[in-house]
């Protein structure tokens, strides 16, 4: 690439001569031969290399200070596009822009030629990358471990209204950000046995044997900070066979082997398990876990050896922080490298690792607890099952001294029980921290799901309310509201949220709130003709947007929602002459590949789509649209072109949410229900300035632990649900099969399926429901008070940056320290 000087003021001649020279020598052509697709790359290769500049001096900067690092260990990491985040927090977009377009170039065309690396399902992979936005911004050590996945979140299709899922090839065309590390390449291995050799000090060496071994090697992303100067790197780990291996197998005549070594390698991180919130027992997913845990815990050990000499105050540099329990391995391969490599003793061992590993908690769906078979776990990796079992011998102990004769505890408690591994349990039981991700979620922790746990060590319990990052989602997502936040407020809002409550006081200022509608009516006409391409559906950006994006799952209700559009559709077309505000519901979702009831629900919401949308009696007033492919480029457009936030969880289900604050911040309104986050949400921007329904987390506990409703009572009594229920299985919206929803039919209303009728109390917060969307719609007549609801929404959103959450990581649970680079020349 062309040489340079460090830009820190943005040189627009050099970096345009930067792109003409990368054209040239990555496909010898010139800019106007070049096709949309190489001028991303030049473009995001010139880019790259003033992010190189930054990065080196960072990491001499960490060097030198040597500040304490978190690790944060993740399955996912849900990226989204880097080319504009890059520019944003290099502070260089809008000159960028300009440079482009004085080539000719439309930025926004470049941008949308970058593939959107999904290398995560949802929540928990978008959460880990706000955090790293965050951590870096904030001028922390950090590193993301992870999986360089071949093929990431699935694409999305829907053909005649079903899903399709075509596999997401990511790096077809290159990924011009990141960078191979080979040099850092570290072995993995599987199976085998373990022999114990007294050696000459007449110490047990634990030696792993007849195992199949692979090769990780690492890709470095760099991770910008806004406007500091900071790069962190997101290390993905990718697998290739061990060097040589063949050779060797072949002289042992054990071609087999050979071949099986070589698959292991191919198979490993082949591609992301597109499961949210659902545990599938997959040998292969236990591979992935342990490939990339082992060889990111082995590097942190090096890196870490390479600056110090006493592995025994390993914790007062590292920090592991575990999201969820997919990385929870880390403890015991932790303790193994301590032990078998370091020769600690068990205690010693022990000390350290427990200072080390933090566990965060996302989810209290019984469905999502990872439980390993032992046959399984004890043979892929041997070693590491012999310490979870001895951890779980002195668990035990432990439990056994406190709760003498206390069987039931044991049985509740125990990491290793009715021939399962409870990594939950283990993450717990090895950690100095669990946190849950929003008030409501942690104290359901505390008091029900882990209560247990909670009595015998309240002291590592503690609430992190989720965040989201504004650089991406206003400042990026949204220019023309970031503008006029900044016009209001300056600027300081993108890196520190908390002063865009300065808002408040032009809540009720007609020229704000008019100017606040505009900028929220150009967000829908894009969003409009965004639909138009994509989905061919002309929807009115005048009509009230009503969006509910987030993966399809039962507790996420996008079921009611479908169903209360049914029965709008049924009063309209009662009575023609109704007063009705016109409404587009937006939806977007991915289900699971094997989820039928969610997959059945888009093909439901397509069908209700096709006939709402064609019938010229209702006048266009009810617009239904699917937004194929749901993801984090077109998130951040869906977000900024919302009026109302549909987060509509059975209450207890959703641990936080981090839509329902994206929302926020782009100032919708939130309809919802008293869950994860929005409890926190109402707090802040008032009970009135929301539409607020259902039942609480407390009743839906009641309910489900002392039985009491009966869904077939209300459809017996409520004549308009039972129409709608009745079109399920009528022909209405599927007049060639009758029978094509009976199973969403009998999710709700049947004894014969194996699980409880209306398990997420559709039925019963259905009516609540239309009573709040009444609300919704009354409301949005007044445009004036809807202005003033929607800039508090804006105004009130400080709390929920990622920001102020990696602040209270880094306080109670990391103890980082802050690094300030020094000013350069
Ligand atoms: C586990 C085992 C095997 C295969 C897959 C999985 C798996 C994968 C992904 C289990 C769970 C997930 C994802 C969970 C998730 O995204 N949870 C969400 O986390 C968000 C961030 O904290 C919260 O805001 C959401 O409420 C929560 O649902």
Redesign the pocket.
């Known amino acids: 690439m062309l040489k340079k000087t460090v830009l820190q003021k943005f040189d627009k001649e050099l970096f345009k001569n930067s792109v003409i020279y990368n054209v040239k020598t990555l496909y010898r052509k010139t800019l106007e031969e070049a096709t949309q697709q190489q001028i991303f790359q030049a473009v995001a290769y010139a880019i790259k290399d003033v992010i190189v500049d930054n990065w080196m001096n960072t990491q001499k900067e960490y060097a030198k200070q040597d500040p304490k690092t978190v690790y944060y260990l993740s399955?996912?990491f849900l990226m989204g596009r880097a080319l504009g985040n890059n520019l944003i927090n290099l502070q260089a977009y809008n000159d960028v822009a300009e440079a482009l377009e004085d080539l000719g170039i439309d930025i926004n065309l470049v941008e949308d030629q970058e593939p959107d690396p999904a290398l995560g399902?949802?929540?928990?992979?978008?959460?880990a990358a706000c955090f790293l936005d965050s951590l870096t911004t904030m001028g922390y050590s950090a590193y993301g471990c992870g999986i360089r996945y071949r093929y990431g979140m699935f694409k999305q299709e829907i053909r005649d209204g079903y899903q399709i899922e075509v596999p997401d090839n990511w790096l077809a065309d290159g990924n011009p950000f990141e960078l191979r590390r080979p040099e850092y390449a570290k072995e993995v291995k599987f199976g085998g046995y373990v022999n114990v050799y007294v050696d000459e000090n007449g110490r047990n060496n634990f030696k792993q044997e007849g195992y199949q071994s692979v090769k990780a090697i690492p890709y470095d992303m760099p991770i910008v900070g806004y406007g500091n100067g900071i790069v962190n790197t997101l290390r993905i780990w990718d697998a290739e066979p061990v060097e040589c291996f063949q050779l060797e197998s072949f002289d042992k005549g054990d071609y087999q082997k050979a071949v099986e070594q070589e698959n292991l390698a191919r198979n490993i991180v082949e591609v992301l398990?597109p499961?949210?919130?659902?545990?599938?027992?997959?040998e292969l997913?236990l591979k992935q876990q342990y490939f990339f845990i082992s060889a990111s815990v082995q590097e942190a050990v090096e890196k870490y050896m390479r600056k110090h000499d006493d592995i025994r105050k390993f914790h007062e540099k590292v920090t592991f922080q575990l999201n969820?329990?997919?990385p929870t391995v880390a403890i015991a391969e932790l303790m193994r490298i301590l032990m078998d490599d370091y020769y600690l003793t068990w205690d010693e061992a022990w000390a350290v690792t427990t200072k080390t590993c933090a566990y965060?908690n996302?989810?209290i769906?019984a469905e999502?607890l990872?439980k390993w078979p032992i046959e399984l776990f004890s043979r892929l990796l041997p070693r590491i099952y012999q310490i979870v079992e001895e951890i779980n011998r002195r668990f035990i102990a432990q439990v056994s001294q406190q709760y003498p004769g206390d069987q039931n505890k044991i049985a509740k408690m125990a990491i290793i029980y009715d021939g399962q591994v409870k990594m939950a349990h283990l993450a717990i039981v090895s950690g100095y921290s669990v946190n849950g991700?929003?008030r409501l979620?942690t104290e359901i922790l505390e008091k029900q799901e882990l209560r247990d746990f909670y009595e015998m060590m309240p002291e590592k319990f503690n609430n992190k309310t989720?965040g989201i990052t504004q650089r991406r989602f206003l400042l990026h997502g949204n220019p023309l509201l970031a503008q006029w936040v900044t016009d209001h407020v300056g600027n300081d809002w993108i890196t520190d949220l908390s002063k865009i409550s300065g808002l408040k006081i032009y809540a009720e200022d007609e020229k704000a709130q008019q100017e606040f509608m505009n900028i929220k009516y150009q967000n829908k006409v894009r969003l409009a003709r965004y639909i138009l391409e994509h989905n061919g559906v002309e929807v009115d950006p005048r009509s009230i947007f009503d969006v509910q994006v987030k993966?399809l799952h039962e507790y996420k209700r996008q079921l009611l929602n479908i169903l209360h559009i049914m029965y709008l559709y049924n009063e309209l077309k009662n009575n023609l002459q109704l007063e009705f505000y016109p409404r587009t519901f937006i939806f977007g979702a991915k289900a699971a590949a094997g989820y039928r009831n969610a997959k059945l629900t888009i093909k439901l919401i397509n069908a209700v789509a096709d006939v709402v949308n064609n019938d010229p009696s209702i006048g266009g007033k009810i617009k239904v649209v699917f937004i194929e492919d749901y993801k984090v480029s077109n998130a951040e457009w869906i977000f900024a072109a919302a009026d109302v936030s549909e987060q509509i969880s059975t209450a207890s289900k959703?641990?936080?949410?981090?839509g329902n604050m994206k929302f926020m911040l782009n100032g919708a309104l939130t309809l919802g229900t008293m869950d994860?986050?929005n409890v926190e949400i109402v707090e802040e921007v008032g009970m009135e300035n929301t539409f607020i329904f259902g039942l609480s987390s407390d009743e839906v506990i009641r309910f489900e632990n002392y039985g009491g409703y009966n869904p077939m009572d209300i459809f017996n009594n409520d004549p308009d649900i039972r129409r709608v229920l009745m079109q399920l299985i009528n022909g209405t919206f599927a007049p060639y099969d009758t029978e094509l929803f009976r199973p969403l039919y009998n999710s709700l209303l049947n004894t014969q399926s194996t699980s409880k009728a209306d398990m997420y109390f559709i039925l019963k917060d259905f009516k609540p429901y239309a009573e709040a969307q009444r609300r919704v719609e009354a409301a949005y007549r007044d445009e004036a008070n809807w202005a003033k609801s929607a800039i508090l929404n804006v105004a009130c959103s400080g709390k929920f940056s990622s920001d102020r959450t990696i602040q209270e990581y880094v306080d109670d649970i990391w103890h980082l320290d802050k690094v300030v680079l020094p000013k350069r020349v």
Do not use: F, I, P, Q
């Not at 399902?121 to 959460?127: A, D, E, I, P």
């Not at 499961?275 to 997959?282: E, L, Q, S, T, V």
């Not at 959703?654 to 981090?658: D, F, K, L, V, Y």
């Open positions: 399955m996912e399902n949802g929540g928990l992979g978008r959460l398990y499961n949210d919130n659902h545990y599938a027992g997959k997913r969820d329990t997919h965060t996302h989810t769906m999502a990872e991700v929003a979620h989720n993966r959703e641990a936080s949410g981090t994860g986050a």
